[in-house]
């Protein structure tokens, strides 16, 4: 079985989602041998498909004075100025044109006057939000999974979890990957290889990803040498559904009532604490503000006995509320499964959405090893310190574009195969022998469980408000899990689908990266963005305008150094 | 706890490493109102046996759709239904089945991937 032939591509995209797609269906312009590896169903893995309603692009539509510069402020100013500028820069002129590629590949969106329509978002200074109804997200994955389909050279490769990369720099890349369907080993050799896998807000307990968004290819990356940036930035998603549940409407499917039209937020007290907080905060304030004010009302006690606050609209005229949240049946929806949100306020909470870290790639999309690209959230420096609703759908467009250009580009100008079979071998033998102390094991600790523990743990020790004491902590107990399942852990012995091994490496993955969040979170000593610590509450230019970066050492150890963010575009008032 | 806060979930099952002919096998596991279909057999999953597969991805309600099912008679998706009080589940009809609730979702056969609500 391990002496497989390796599938010998050009590129290869690890991550089928939004950004791998583009990444692949770009490289397949240059070069014929593309291949697209997803740990789900085809054109049905990570998140894009659960984007619901913004993309943003500064078109111009429905004010002709934005253009891309607005475009680059507001997203600088919302990242707090920890972006890398040059590439907000191209993020930022490039999202127009990559949404008319969507255009061109048949994707739809929501028009006014014979042009996309274009809405307001919080944090951004001009409309330029486009959508598709409620469903934009599974419209877009829509589309590229068709347009995928209709691209012979594209290679899928779907249901298969790449576990171990071998980088050479010098010669080929290797990935290895299992397939779900028979637990085999799958060889890829590639001369570039871009790394599309999404982030991992599933190492916590509240969040709003797919399951599979487990931090794996930033996991992967970091192990085989790849500096990792602003890793301390976890994205909370201020207003999540809590009670009643809303299936079929989404995690984030309550904050459309506080886009749309505004509502009101309030304490099991009955107090309106954004208002006092921050007048006017309803196209203001982001979503970190909003994170952690609800967060604090939660800890402080005055939370729901569901662990959330109240979002209400009720004091809205009703006609106002049904044709305001009539746009994708919302109001109807919500009917249907019985809330009537002109009746009655709604639980929310606060859940982990996004991460702003990841691979620090430069304007190709090339990280520090040469022939290993990344776009999507996997790449760190286009959002900063925060980001802003409705850039990462758009984002993605472009990241994932460039990254696949740039690896093809690469793939054509080297010539080398074959070479490093022999450390190929040897990290065959090793996942092998891993895998089989798995499965051989009676007893143990059970891979779901260790998932769970991290979520919590995570939860606890580095969520919304973070404090040094409770980081340390949240270390120690993450080394000491990552002992016990070295030790311990067990999975299934079926071989078919095997639901147990794919979460085996995910729950080693989502160790990894929660453990390099703590790391960069206790290094960062102030508060910026999605960052909050109740020890260094303030944010402070002077010593903190850097970007913290993270590589493997050679004794396997965490390098942590920090680079000034170089403000080409712009800087902050004083 | 109580009879009456339990729900008895029947899913048909196969291994062809094992054997070539499907079987139901029943779970008790607890009911709660807000769970859904998918919950219940992420709950299976986790506390009773680890070998069943199916597939889940977004578990948002409608975004994926690859977890798509037969329940009761009835296709539908299992993340967008509340479990109820006894459940038949059964794989995708239509589809030939792989092991337990996994259905053959390969491209060229996901056009009729529609959940009839």
């Known amino acids: ?28 312009k240059e070069v014929p041998r593309v291949g697209l590896a997803e740990k789900g169903v085809f054109g049905k893995s990570g998140c894009t498909s659960m984007g619901a309603f913004s993309i943003c692009a500064a078109f111009g539509y429905a004010d002709p004075a934005d253009n891309s510069r607005k475009h680059l402020e507001d997203t600088i100013k919302g990242g707090q100025f920890l972006n890398d500028q040059e590439l907000v820069d191209l993020y930022t002129r490039e999202a127009p044109e990559r949404i008319q590629e969507l255009i061109s590949y048949g994707a739809r969106f929501d028009m006014e006057n014979g042009r996309l329509k274009q809405v307001m978002m919080p944090g951004h200074s001009f409309p330029r939000a486009c959508h598709y109804d409620r469903r934009t997200g599974p419209m877009i994955m829509g589309t590229l999974a068709r347009k995928l389909k209709k691209t012979p050279s594209i290679r899928r490769f779907a249901e298969v979890m790449v576990v171990d990369l071998l980088l050479q720099p010098e010669g080929p890349h290797y990935a290895v990957g299992i397939r779900w369907a028979d637990s085999s080993f799958i060889i890829f050799r590639a001369k570039a290889i871009v790394v599309t896998t999404g982030g991992g807000a599933q190492i916590y307990k509240n969040n709003t ?75 203001r304030a982001t979503r970190d503000l909003l994170s952690q004010a609800i967060y604090k009302e939660i800890i402080e006690g005055r939370g729901t006995p569901k662990g959330g ?19 994708g049946s919302y109001y109807k929806k919500l009917l249907q499964v019985g809330v009537d949100i002109s009746k009655r306020p709604i639980e929310t909470k606060v859940s982990a959405h996004f991460f702003m870290g990841g691979a620090r790639v430069n304007a190709r ?78 007893g143990g600790l059970r891979p779901v469980e260790g998932k769970k523990r991290v979520q919590d743990l995570m939860w606890e020790k580095a969520g919304v408000v973070r404090q040094g004491s409770k980081m340390r902590e949240g270390l120690d107990s993450l080394r000491a899990l990552k002992e016990e399942a070295e030790r311990s852990l067990m999975i299934c012995p079926e071989r078919r689908y095997n639901r147990e091994l794919f979460d085996a490496f995910e729950f ?67 | 706890m109580k009879e009456q806060n339990m729900s008895i979930v029947r899913i048909l099952r196969l291994d062809p490493d094992k054997n070539p002919s499907p079987y139901f096998q029943e779970f008790i596991i607890p009911f709660e109102r807000e769970s859904t279909i998918l919950d219940s057999l992420y709950y299976i999953y986790w506390h009773l046996d680890g070998s069943l597969a199916f597939r889940g991805s977004c578990f948002a309600g409608g975004w994926c759709n690859v977890c798509t099912l037969k329940v009761n008679g009835k296709v539908l998706l299992p993340c967008k239904h509340f479990m109820q009080k006894e459940m038949v589940i059964e794989p995708l009809p239509g589809y030939p089945v792989l092991r337990d609730l996994i259905v053959d979702l390969s491209p060229s056969r996901q056009k009729k991937l529609k959940p009839q609500e």
Not at chain 1, 310 to 319: A, N, R, S
Not at chain 1, 412 to 426: F, N, R
Not at chain 1, 527 to 543: I, K, T, V, W
């Open chain 1, 309 to 327: 606050v109240y979002m209400d609209i009720t004091h809205l005229p009703p006609e106002k509320i049904e044709k305001e949240y009539a746009i």
């Open chain 1, 508 to 574: 080693f993955h989502m160790i990894r990266v929660s453990s390099l969040i703590l790391l960069a979170a206790l290094t960062r000593e102030e508060s910026r963005g999605a960052h909050y610590r109740e020890d260094f509450p303030l944010p402070d230019n002077a010593r903190w305008l850097v970007n913290i970066l993270l590589k493997r050492s050679e004794d396997e150890g965490v390098k942590a150094r920090t680079e000034k963010v170089k403000l080409t575009h712009l800087s902050p008032e004083k």
């Open chain 1, 1 to 28: 079985m391990l002496k497989a032939e390796p599938f010998d591509l050009d590129v290869l995209v690890i991550g089928g989602g939004g950004a791998g797609a583009m990444a692949a269906l770009w490289a397949a």
């Open chain 1, 365 to 442: 999309g090339e990280t520090n090893v040469p022939g290993l690209y990344a776009g999507g959230e996997a790449t760190a420096g286009y959002h900063g310190a925060n980001r802003l609703g409705g850039n990462a759908l758009s984002e993605i467009l472009v990241s994932g574009s460039r990254a696949g250009k740039f690896a093809a580009l690469r793939a054509k100008a080297v010539s080398e195969e074959g070479k490093g079979e022999e450390a190929l071998e040897g990290r065959l033998e090793a996942l092998k022998e891993r895998i089989a102390r798995w499965r051989a094991r009676a």
């Open chain 1, 209 to 283: 990803t797919s399951l599979d968004n487990t931090g794996d290819g930033i996991s992967l990356m970091f192990q085989a040498g790849v500096e990792l940036s602003d890793m301390e930035f976890v994205q909370f998603y201020p207003t999540t559904v809590c009670s009643p549940k809303l299936p079929g409407l989404g995690p984030t499917a309550t904050a459309f009532l506080r886009i749309r039209t505004g509502a009101r937020l309030y304490n099991a007290l009955g107090e309106d604490f954004m208002d006092k907080k921050m007048p006017g905060w309803r196209f």
